[in-house]
C-alpha cells in the first residue's frame, strides 16, 4: 500500500524558494513521508502551465492525506503560496485506487 501528495507549480519568488525545502523536511520526516521526486519538470505530450513537481510517498493514502492536512502542512502553506503557485493532490497507490475510488473520496467537492 502507498499514498502520493504531488505538487505541480511555478516558482513565482526565487528568492524565497530555498526556504521551503527545509521547512518541509522536519514535517515530513514527522508523518513518515519519504521524497521521491523534487525536480523541475518538461512534459512530453500534452502541456501544462506548470514547470516543476514535487513528489512525497507514504505508507498509505490515509498517511499521505493525514501529512498534507495537518495542522503543519496547513501553516506551511501560507508560506509556500507566497513563493510558489500550482496545485497539490493526494492519491492513492495502485493497491489502493479501488477502495478509495468505492470511498467516494474522488466524488467530494475540494474545500477552497
Same mark, same amino acid.
Given at each position: 500500500? @502507498?499514498?502520493?501528495?504531488?505538487?505541480?507549480?511555478?516558482?513565482?519568488?526565487?528568492?524565497?524558494?530555498?526556504?521551503?525545502?527545509?521547512?518541509?523536511?522536519?514535517?515530513?520526516?514527522?508523518?513518515? *513521508?519519504?521524497?521521491?521526486?523534487?525536480? !523541475?519538470?518538461?512534459?512530453? @505530450?500534452? !502541456?501544462?502551465?506548470?514547470?516543476?513537481?514535487?513528489?512525497?510517498?507514504?505508507?498509505?493514502?490515509?498517511? @499521505?492525506?493525514?501529512?498534507?492536512?495537518?495542522?503543519?502542512?496547513?501553516?506551511?502553506?501560507?508560506?509556500?503560496?507566497?513563493?510558489?503557485? *500550482?496545485?497539490?493532490?493526494?492519491? !492513492?497507490?495502485?493497491?489502493?485506487?479501488?477502495?478509495?475510488?468505492?470511498? *467516494?473520496?474522488?466524488?467530494?467537492?475540494?474545500?477552497?
Amino acid at each position: 500500500m @502507498a499514498g502520493y501528495v504531488l505538487h505541480h507549480y511555478n516558482i513565482i519568488d526565487r528568492s524565497r524558494i530555498e526556504e521551503l525545502g527545509p521547512r518541509s523536511v522536519p514535517i515530513l520526516e514527522k508523518y513518515g *513521508g519519504e521524497l521521491i521526486v523534487a525536480s !523541475p519538470m518538461k512534459a512530453l @505530450a500534452d !502541456p501544462t502551465p506548470y514547470t516543476n513537481m514535487v513528489m512525497y510517498r507514504f505508507e498509505s493514502f490515509e498517511a @499521505a492525506l493525514t501529512f498534507y492536512n495537518s495542522e503543519e502542512m496547513v501553516e506551511l502553506r501560507k508560506f509556500s503560496s507566497q513563493v510558489i503557485e *500550482g496545485f497539490a493532490t493526494v492519491i !492513492p497507490g495502485h493497491s489502493e485506487t479501488e477502495s478509495v475510488v468505492k470511498s *467516494g473520496y474522488f466524488a467530494k467537492e475540494v474545500a477552497s
